[in-house]
């Protein structure tokens, strides 16, 4: 990538004097998950939900729900199908799991959100960016939605 993450990081969509308290918690099965489905999708970027349980200061993922990317231009944008959000929602509570968030990829594109992305966030969500190139490196960055821009929350990656 040729230009700094500075160069992308627009303030009007992230806040970067504040941090989510809640940490974004998962295994490495789920972030190898998570690579491998940004890799597959690769120039195009994909999308899904993170399920699992919510709770004060941890959202704990245990299971990724992928679904199909609907937007027009695959290379830039994101879009669920709101088909999909009931399917996931259905299918949380017929499992018992909470629907933590969402997950995107960004190809050749830092793990920090867009305008786009702003746009269309729920504040009850974590959004994590999978930011992957045509290498195949990746780097995930999560964030919530917090007073109309986008905050970091912290990842714990567990054993
Ligand atoms: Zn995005």
């Known amino acids: 990538m040729k230009a700094t993450v500075e160069e992308y990081l627009d303030l009007s969509v992230v806040d970067i004097t504040k941090k989510e308290q809640v940490e974004l918690r998962y295994n490495e099965a789920i972030e190898a998950e998570l690579v491998q489905v940004a890799r597959n999708g690769y120039p195009y970027e994909i999308a899904g939900f993170l399920l699992g349980k919510k709770s004060e200061d941890a959202d704990l993922v245990s299971e990724v729900y992928p679904v199909e990317n609907v937007a027009k231009e695959q290379e830039r944008k994101f879009e669920i199908h709101g088909l999909d959000y009931l399917k996931v929602e ?42 992957v190139d045509g290498n195949g490196d990746t780097l995930i960055n999560s964030w919530k939605k917090s007073n109309k821009k986008f905050i970091q929350q912290s990842i714990l990656i567990r054993s």
């Open 90 to 131: 259905a299918y949380a509570l017929e499992n018992k799991l909470d629907v933590i968030g969402i997950y995107h990829s960004h190809p050749d594109y830092p793990a920090i959100p867009s305008k786009h992305d702003l746009e269309f966030a729920q504040s009850v969500f974590a959004y994590a960016i999978v930011s």
